[in-house]
Structures are given as C-alpha cells and as structure tokens.
C-alpha cells in the first residue's frame, strides 16, 4: 500500500535550519508530482512547496520563498525540504504527500497519498 514517512522535525530556534524528508512505497513514486504541506495551529492545512515528477519545476508559498527548498531523489523515492532561516511563523505539521498540477496550481493527489506529518517547532 502507498506509505509516505516524514522524517526530521523538531525544535529548533528562530534564524535556524531543518531538513524534511520523505520515503515514499507503495506506487511508482516516479509518476507522481509531490509537495509538501503545513498546517499551523489554528490554521487550514496549506501548500508550502510542490515539486514536478522530474523535478524541472518547482513551486514555492510567498511565504517561504527564499528560505525554503524542495528537492527529490526519484532513485531513492525521496522528497526534501530544506528549510533555512526559520521564524516562529513557520511552526507546524508539514505533510508530505502526492500532489497534481491543475489549472495553474497544485492539488492533493488523493486522500491515501499523505504522510502522517512532522512536527517543526520554531522558537524566538
């Protein structure tokens, strides 16, 4: 079955960086655009970055541009996020998950196709 296991969260305090990765089985991992998502406390879940299948195109939140990057290793069925200079803002879970591109933006590819999330904890 399709399993994606985030890695890597933690405490870490503001101006700091992590790094995120996701180990993907159970689907042809190369077929796949993915992304990674956030949510907050208190706050919906959103698209923080979005990476295509080939990884020639990537998307980056407003919010995160300049700071974070997304990347993937499609030998080892893996997604990155390298996320740097972090403020308290950017405290959540981050999902990983399988994401589609459609009419000019990015979508959950499917309710079985989610990690079950990291926590990041940013202090000031």
């Known amino acids: 079955q399709v399993q994606l296991v985030e890695s890597g969260g933690g405490l870490v305090q503001a101006g700091g960086s992590l790094r995120l990765s996701c180990a993907a089985s159970?689907?042809?991992?190369?077929?796949?655009?993915m992304g990674w998502f956030r949510q907050a406390p208190g706050k919906e879940r959103e698209l923080s970055a979005a990476?295509?299948?080939?990884?020639?195109?990537?998307y980056l939140a407003d919010s995160v541009k300049g700071r974070f990057i997304i990347s993937r290793d499609n030998v080892k069925n893996m997604v990155s996020l390298q996320m740097n200079s972090l403020k308290p803002e950017d405290t959540a879970v981050y999902y990983c998950a399988a994401v589609r591109q459609f009419g000019g933006s990015w979508r959950p590819y499917g309710a079985g196709y989610w990690g079950k999330g990291s926590l990041v904890t940013v202090s000031a």
């Open positions: 990476i295509s299948w080939s990884g020639g195109t990537t």
């Open positions: 159970g689907f042809t991992f190369i077929n796949y655009d």
